[in-house]
């Protein structure tokens, strides 16, 4: 018995950006290694590129992410 059983048809309303195909999917159709989602509408999935891009530059400039130790005449 599989622990984890391969999901071959998505729900109907699961929506996925394929970053292999670079296409937008209802259901997962693609490894869960090659896409973003679940989202809850197409139109969020067509963003999902540049939803990413916005979080990435927000994590970047975030200064609770960066793992240098302040220097001490920064105190």
Same mark, same amino acid.
């Given at each position: 018995?599989? &622990?984890? $059983?391969? !999901?071959? #048809?998505?729900?109907?309303?699961? +929506?996925?950006? =394929?970053?292999?195909? $670079? $296409? #937008?999917?209802?259901?997962?159709? =693609?490894?869960?290694?090659?896409?973003?989602?679940?989202?809850?509408?197409?139109?969020?999935?067509?963003?999902?590129?540049?939803?990413?891009?916005?979080?990435? &530059?927000? +994590?970047?400039? /975030?200064? !609770?992410?960066?793992?240098?130790?302040?220097?001490?005449? /920064?105190?």
């Amino acid at each position: 018995m599989a &622990l984890f $059983k391969k !999901r071959t #048809v998505g729900k109907p309303g699961e +929506w996925y950006y =394929c970053l292999e195909h $670079k $296409k #937008v999917e209802e259901g997962p159709e =693609c490894p869960a290694k090659d896409r973003f989602g679940p989202y809850a509408s197409r139109t969020e999935a067509e963003h999902a590129m540049e939803t990413a891009r916005e979080r990435n &530059l927000e +994590w970047e400039n /975030d200064p !609770r992410w960066h793992d240098t130790p302040a220097r001490p005449e /920064d105190t």
